[in-house]
């Protein structure tokens, strides 16, 4: 079992910690007898990695917080709040398989960002922010810094509005196969995006949707890679590695060690039927 220091045993409990070198508080409300709902208050220090292990809603606010990791598991759904300026570090928990990957914040379950403050996030060996289902963002201002994937949501991602920079040794945005075999998607609804991956800036094994929202890919191997790739508004702009952007069967079979996602399929699809749209490859412009 899991050793945790004094503080984190408290902000499981939901009371108070005690102040260290800067003040540490966590609150919990009550929860119904189902224990349905989770709620709590993250701010200063918080220097053991916060676990909420429930079968609930959960919603973490963080309010000019510090904290070490996120890891929420077993509940129903997550909201993450944000309020003043905060960060969140590299994680410890979960393992290091893709399907419970290690993530400065992991969530097993639906997992929404929103708020109006900001929050830093660094994964220094790690995901950004991880969820074994789908990641929502509502609103905020994130900037996040990682060695793996920024943000990875396995059966779907949203951006609805915020202010987003992403600087990742892999992807930016990532969406891939749940334990189903549910092809993942990235929707781009709004927002401000700001990214630079070493892979691609928007990775999805399924469809991949801009509806509006100025999307910047500033460096990436590929710009947007998916099954099916539409572009209905906003402004895009990507400069690529390789290819700007590149619709691709994640099924397609691996022939003579050529890349499956470089295979034709009559399943893929480019579509652009409104906003602006510039790109700068080094491979194919479209693909």
Known sequence: MKKFGLIALLALAGCAA???GSQTTTEQTPSNETASANSRTLSGTVEEPVVIDSEGDVTVTLEDADVDSIMIQNAKSATIVLK?????RSATGGSSSEEDAKAAIYADCPLVLKGEGSLTIEGAADHGVFSKDTITIESGTYAISC?????KGKDGV?????AINVESGDHAIASTKNKDGELGSISIEGGTLTLNAQGDGLHATGPVVVNGGTLTIDSAQEGIEGQTVAIHGGNTTI???DDGINASDPDGKDTDGMDPFS???SDCLIEITGGQ???TANGDGLD
Do not use: L
Request: glycine share 12%.
């Open 18 to 20: 005690p102040a260290t």
């Open 84 to 88: 003043g300026d905060s960060i969140v």
């Open 147 to 151: 060695a793996n994937d920024g943000i």
């Open 158 to 162: 949203t951006i609805q509005n915020g």
């Open 239 to 241: 400069t690529a590695a």
């Open 263 to 265: 295979q034709s399929s």
């Open 277 to 279: 749209t510039s790109v």
